[in-house]
């Protein structure tokens, strides 16, 4: 294993050869030795040794992928799609599985099937971008253009990588940059912080950062401070990083570095110093959609709403499941006083996100308070209101009810509702609008309707 690792195949084969013949039943050593032949292009002995293996183990959930992944290269769509089906009953939902099954659909020029797997791949790791690209054919192939063009924009090159532990523990063998990283990253999936950090630094004194993996290993490492509260330690680093990049773009963990050095810039009010630093994250990673959606953001809190529309569409077009994007979209029409648009955006929203009530309620405000006459519906709203009021209470459902009842007429409850309103908001002064709340419940004394959904304090609009 050691000398594998480190790549000296021709003198790792003999020692897996003994290993195996000592312990015949033991699966990892036909397993190594089908990735030893793999990587030096021996595709008939590694696909030999992966059998060896599922005769030993059946279910082998790495072992299918490998050799289903061998059946496609080969072109025998039918050959993967039956070893991969076989991994999908072990193991559902691993995006490994799904990808290639839609490979395998795509060959054999299934593309509703191909659609399936891989949508199904992307909803669990919006970040596997790679499958993009087979997306874009399926959908053209289906004479689905829009689509196509959306998902060939959204591509770059990433690596799906196969569940594989036998591997790991091999990359691990060797105390390299590479091994630290990935028991960094291994520590914070079990948000043991203390040990992802010590790994990432054990990391960062092999790599410099003139590479792409001191790059990352450094980024990774702010993140770990980041979240253990040394903000300033993780600036730091952040910081490092971009002072270490080329100008050209591409480089994925300085895009992350200036996208989460905006982040913190942006916690701290300096607006102007996080719109610069996640235009450079987007300069780096133009596919970088978290970045178009914070971008979009921020551009909304100095009042650039046509602007932030476009980084929302970008976002959107890179993982069109974004509800995050898809609200934020929207309440950039609201502030542009484009209601109509905004209503009709909303309503497909709550359609893509029926799990999400913040569509909902944004709806109800619309059909209870534009000032557009050809977007209010006081009843609608009213009654999805009611439906709202079966969920977590809040002040500002408190508002959006009064603002239904007063457009229903029913003003004495409008009052009601809104000086209880005002009353709890009266504690959060710095979250809410009591000016705007108040200026509102004057409105229904005088038994006339709200005509403004959002005041210009309201954090949903900013």
Known sequence: MLLQAAEY???????????????????????????????????????????????????????????????LERGDANEAERLLERADRAAPRTVAVLAARGQAAIIRRDFPAAVKQLEAALEIDPSAASLHSSLATAYRALGDTSRADAHAKAWRNTEILVPDPLRQELDLTLNSALSYELRGVRAMEARDFKAAADFFRSGIKLSA???????????????????????????EQFTAIVNAAKSSGGD????????????????????????????????????????????????????RDEM????????????????????????????????????????????????????????????????????????????????????????????????????????????????????????????TDVAFMTANLRRYESHRPCRTPWGDRDTLTR
């Open 308 to 431: 932030a529309l476009t980084h929302y569409r970008e976002a959107l077009a890179i993982n069109p499941k974004s509800a995050e994007s898809r609200f934020g979209y929207a309440m950039a029409l609201v502030r542009l006083r484009r209601y109509r648009e905004a209503r009709d955006w909303v309503t497909d929203a709550m359609q893509r996100h029926p799990d999400r009530s913040e569509f909902k309620h944004a709806l109800a405000r619309l059909l209870a308070a534009s000032p557009d006459d050809g977007v209010r519906d006081g009843p609608r709203a009213l009654a999805l209101v009611d439906e709202l009021l079966t969920g977590p209470k809040s002040p500002a459902l408190g508002e959006t009810t009064a603002m239904a009842l007063a457009e229903n007429g029913r003003f004495d409850e409008a009052i009601d509702v809104q000086k209880k309103v005002i009353e709890a908001a009266r504690s959060q002064p710095d979250a």
């Open 209 to 235: 950062i003139s590479t792409p993996l001191g790059r990352s290993l450094r980024h990774k490492f702010g993140t770990v401070l980041y979240l253990t509260g040394d903000v300033d330690g993780a600036m």
């Open 252 to 303: 994925e963990s300085t895009a992350r570095a200036h996208y989460s050095i905006g982040v913190i810039m942006a916690s701290r009010d300096r607006v102007d110093d996080a719109i610069t630093h996640l235009n450079a994250a987007i300069e780096q990673s133009p596919t970088y959609g978290e970045a178009h959606q914070a971008l979009g953001d921020m551009l909304r809190r100095v009042h």
């Open 9 to 71: 195949y021709d003198a790792a084969e003999p020692a897996y050869l003994n290993a195996q013949t000592l312990a015949p039943s033991e699966p990892r050593w036909p397993y190594y030795l089908a990735h030893l032949y793999k990587n030096r292009g021996e595709n008939d002995r590694s696909r030999a040794a992966f059998e060896r293996v599922l005769e030993l183990r059946p279910d082998d959930v790495p072992t299918l992928i490998w050799l289903g992944r061998a059946s």
